[in-house]
């Protein structure tokens, strides 16, 4: 395969190219970016790889950056854009089911390709247009698969993230698990507990965004990965995992607090089991915070009272997206919708009196009394009990 032209990405890059293959040596654009490109679709990272070793690498180029010096990764710095160039390497054995003992510089692009994941991540593309298929990668993006590079069971083997990565791709190209790679993903699944979590959590993101993300998670129960994921196990269930799965056909997540809201906090947890999953997956403050906040409400939302919602309005968006991908009944949704948009206030900041100024009027006297009286006053006007108005309030206060 060929192609005379490159989206604008690649092509600002060849120069890149060009100028290592001057000095003597192959360079490539490799990975997801040659994937994309033959799928037409958008290009997010441009990744070179090269037979030249970092230090010939920083001998060509002026302006470099070691971002990854020991796995053979230099940024070269062109017209303000970065590119990562990672020598031709293959990685020796794998004892702990996750990172090779040691990477090896080679100067042969076969041997570089051998060594990634999956057949439509193995092309490489010359600076003359050529695409370098040594797996049959195209065949495989015809037929829209996702199959391992050489035998399955020994790549899963050696790295078992590869596993959550094969669920991954096929849920964000719509492709489909190839019969072997399958087999051996049902083999090898326990061993995803040997992987941090921190890297399961990036490809499992990646994995509810996708664009089949509902066939993503019924791969997940179909090969039992789901029994190995973090947290403790059983607390998923399948059925929970497999009804999100019918949700996630029609309408994808588009943010990832939403994401795992919808996983982990409408999977039927008791509070304290949802806070043992969120903090498992070491999930970030963010989405632990919205999680925790907005479970119960999208577990029951036609019982979210008005002051329920004023207390969550600041993840406003995060809940109307969750109710809609879980397709809640169209008038409770438009209930949270309106209740949300005509809230008389979203904090107590935007209370028409303060405490300072009530102390300062003589309404009231610093301490407990005074906490518990501005409570009172937030409630009755969230409730529209009050008006947000300094006489009203006044006269609430000298009531109260
Ligand atoms: P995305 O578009 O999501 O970034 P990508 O294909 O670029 O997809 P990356 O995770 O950025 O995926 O990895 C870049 C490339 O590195 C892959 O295409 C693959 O060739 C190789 N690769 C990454 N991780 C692994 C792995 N665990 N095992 C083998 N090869 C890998
Ligand atoms: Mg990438």
Known sequence: MHFDQVPSELEAAKPILEKINDAGFEAYFVGGCVRDMILGQAIHDVDIASSAYPKEIKE????????????????????????????????????????????????????????????????????????IDHFDGLTDLKHKQIKAVGVAHERFTEDALRMMRALRFA???????????????????????????ERIQVEFEKLLMGQAAGDGLRDLVDVDLLSHMPGEAGMMSAEHVLHLAKHLDKKQPKTLPVCWLLYLGTAGLSADELQK????????????????????????????????????????????????????????????????????????????????????????????????????????????????DAEAIRAFTKEA
Not at 172 to 197: H, V, Y
Not at 304 to 310: F, G, N, Q, R
């Open 171 to 197: 849920s964000k190209l719509g492709f489909s698990i190839e019969e072997k790679t399958r087999d051996a993903l049902k083999d090898l699944a326990p061993n995803l507990e040997k992987i941090a979590i």
């Open 60 to 131: 060509i180029f002026q302006k470099t950056v070691d971002t990854g010096i020991q796995h053979g990764t230099v940024m070269v710095l062109d017209h303000g854009e970065g590119y990562e160039i990672t020598t031709f390497r293959t990685e020796s054995t794998y004892t702990d089911f996750r990172r090779p003992d040691s990477v090896t510089f080679v100067r042969s692009l076969s041997e570089d390709l051998k060594r990634r994941d999956f057949t439509i991540n193995a092309f490489a593309l010359a600076a003359n247009g050529d695409v």
């Open 277 to 388: 999953e969120l903090h498992s997956y070491k999930l970030s403050r963010e989405i632990m915070g919205t999680v925790t906040r907005l479970a119960p409400i999208v577990q029951a939302p036609e019982k979210a009272t008005v002051w329920d919602l004023y207390r969550v309005n600041d993840l406003s968006d995060a809940l109307v997206e969750a109710l809609a991908i879980l397709e809640v009944d169209e008038a409770v949704r438009t209930r949270v919708r309106e209740t949300l948009s005509s809230l008389a206030i979203r904090s107590p900041r935007e209370l028409a009196l303060n405490g300072g100024q009530l102390i300062k009027e003589g309404l009231a006297t610093p301490g407990p009394a005074l906490g518990n009286l501005l409570k009172q006053i937030e409630h009755a006007v969230v409730l529209n009990e009050l008006d947000n």
